[in-house]
């Protein structure tokens, strides 16, 4: 199973820098390549994630809950990475109709005729519309960052409380054996006392029986 997270983890880092490239504008760069490598890395993520699942009821009883805090993490990046996807495709769709129509209006012939429309106004105010749009999307992605991150530090401060909870346990374990053995003591103890009473109590009765 752990060659397996890892690789899978592996592949969510390299889909995590397949997005920075994305956002750069270099020259000759093949987005279209990019964008099917992305979506090649998500599916291969999804399937490993499935046989992890399978893989994690088979383990040992103890590491399954630590397991599948792990396999639910990556699920959770995998749904992040698409939702980026989906983002950034609708990203590229607006910017496409948005030229669309800049151009339709800059190879409109316009006429003297007086039911003419000039559309200049609602569509600059589409494109306004467009761009705030895209700006909360922006925001939406930035804070999916922060949270993740925060997830992150959870699931590791999680995992140090799960050790401290299993050490405090076997800890406790111990503690419940040697009070056994102490209240076991108690009672041995407490039978020879009386025993011992009650053997005092008899030789003192015989020695006054005798004396008389």
Request: charged share 25%.
């Amino acid at each position: 199973m752990e060659p397996l997270y890892h690789q899978t983890n592996i592949l969510v880092q390299e889909t995590q820098h397949l997005f920075s490239q994305l956002g750069q504008k270099t020259p000759n760069l093949d987005v279209k390549d990019i964008e099917n490598n992305i979506e090649s890395k998500i599916n291969l993520i999804n399937s490993n994630c499935e046989r992890l699942d399978i893989l994690c009821l088979k383990g040992p009883i103890y590491q399954r809950q630590n397991a599948k805090m792990r396999v639910d993490q990556l699920k959770y990046d995998s749904r992040h990475l698409t939702a980026a996807l989906n983002s950034w495709r609708n990203k590229v769709i607006k910017k496409q109709r948005e030229e669309a129509e800049r151009e339709a209006l800059l190879s409109r012939q316009f006429t003297t005729n007086d039911h003419v429309d000039i559309m200049i106004d609602p569509n600059t105010q589409h494109n306004y519309s467009l761009q705030n749009a895209l700006q909360g999307m922006d925001d939406l992605l930035q804070s999916g960052s922060s949270i993740l991150g925060s997830l992150r530090s959870q699931r590791l401060t999680l995992k140090d409380a799960h050790k401290k909870l299993i050490d405090i346990g076997n800890a406790l374990g111990l503690s419940n054996t040697t009070m056994r053995l102490i209240e076991q003591r108690a009672r041995q103890d407490g039978f020879i006392l009386v025993g011992g009473i009650l053997f005092t109590c008899i030789v003192i009765i015989l020695v006054i029986i005798y004396f008389k």
